[in-house]
């Protein structure tokens, strides 16, 4: 049988990672670089000439002499740990296709299960705001799901008390293969948070396929084509060929997040749901994952813990 080309990709193994991103000059070389590609560019004047104070690590611009730290508004900036130890979480966060918890992140970097949780927050939510804003487009499986809850003894099913719910839509080619997946969590299964889903998340020329869940019929309102298959109740429901990678995506996620976390608190389900979406949009190439999280980390204002810690918070109008 041929090898699932994802699944034993060669990703970067732990030594040559050590070799490109070993130490902090090396880091801070990869920080310069993805900020300013095309060298260094004052955030004031514009200006490109500069010298670099070496005593604190600040580039001087020539022109309106102000000083500026490669890391100063990127979520580099928000702790005084070393570079190196963010990139080292980077590594953890995207070559696992579980995840990793903060306790667990914590002990391999050495530093407090607080700062893990932190530094694994700061960059998931870089993972929420890259991916925030593009579309679905083509052959869309949808369906609900449910994260959290009562593990046993209470209630199952649609509208569990506990549980958090969301929205799974992968996008596949004509022929049925995945492209790429949008999880997105819902207030509930209502018609007008369909609408606001599909408005934000599927290009109006999407073609949806879903069971006969009733609200799922409100993507028309936001101008997709809508397409209802029956699928019957209970394990048979899972086995439906039209919704193959929206099922199997969901299997993963549940698999992952059951596997690597206790619980998660219902107000950071979207960062969760949005590092498992990352991860699964960039399969492809695990290697190159690391220079693209650091592309968007240095272009992310960083979210204050406070407001990191805080319920329900919305990264659009905290922008
Ligand atoms: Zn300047």
């Not at 296709?97 to 299960?113: C, D, F, M, P």
């Not at 029956?230 to 086995?239: D, H, I, L, Q, V």
Request: proline share 5%; aromatic share 10%; hydrophobic share 35%.
């Amino acid at each position: 049988m041929a090898r699932n080309v994802v699944q034993f990709q060669k990703g970067l193994s732990e030594p040559v990672f050590e070799q490109q991103y070993g130490t902090e000059e090396q880091c801070r070389a990869i920080v310069i670089a993805s900020r300013w590609p095309h060298g260094f560019e004052c955030p004031i004047c514009g200006g490109r000439q500069y010298c670099v104070v070496t005593t604190r690590n600040l580039y001087q611009c020539a022109k309106c002499r102000r000083q500026t730290s490669p890391i100063a508004g990127t979520i580099f900036a928000s702790t005084h740990l070393p570079l190196r130890l963010w990139f080292r979480a980077i590594y953890h966060l995207t070559q696992t296709k579980q995840g990793i918890s903060s306790i667990e992140l914590g002990r391999r970097l050495g530093v407090t299960q607080t700062t893990a949780w932190k530094i694994k927050h700061k960059l998931k939510q870089v993972m929420l705001e890259r991916d925030a804003t593009k579309r679905l487009t083509g052959r869309v499986e949808i369906d609900d799901a449910y994260l959290g809850g009562e593990r046993s003894g209470g209630k199952r099913g649609r509208g569990a008390p506990g549980k958090t719910p969301f929205v799974a839509a992968v996008e596949t080619t004509t022929e049925g293969k995945p492209v790429r997946l949008k999880l997105r969590r819902v207030t509930s299964f209502c018609a007008s948070s369909i609408v606001g889903f599909a408005k934000r998340s599927l290009d109006p020329n999407c073609s949806v396929v879903s069971d006969g869940l009733q609200c799922f019929t409100s993507v028309a309102d936001a101008g997709c084509a809508h397409q209802v298959v029956k699928t019957g109740s209970g394990p048979k429901a899972a086995r439906t060929p039209a919704f193959k990678w929206v099922n199997t995506a969901l299997g993963n996620i549940k698999a992952a997040i059951t596997g690597t976390y206790r619980a998660i608190n219902s107000k950071h389900v979207p960062r969760y749901l949005a590092e498992f979406e990352y991860r699964f949009n960039r399969r492809y190439d695990l290697a190159a994952m690391i220079p693209r999280l650091t592309w968007a980390a240095v272009r992310t204002i960083p979210m204050p813990y406070r407001l990191l810690k805080l319920a329900e918070v919305n990264w659009c109008a905290w922008q």
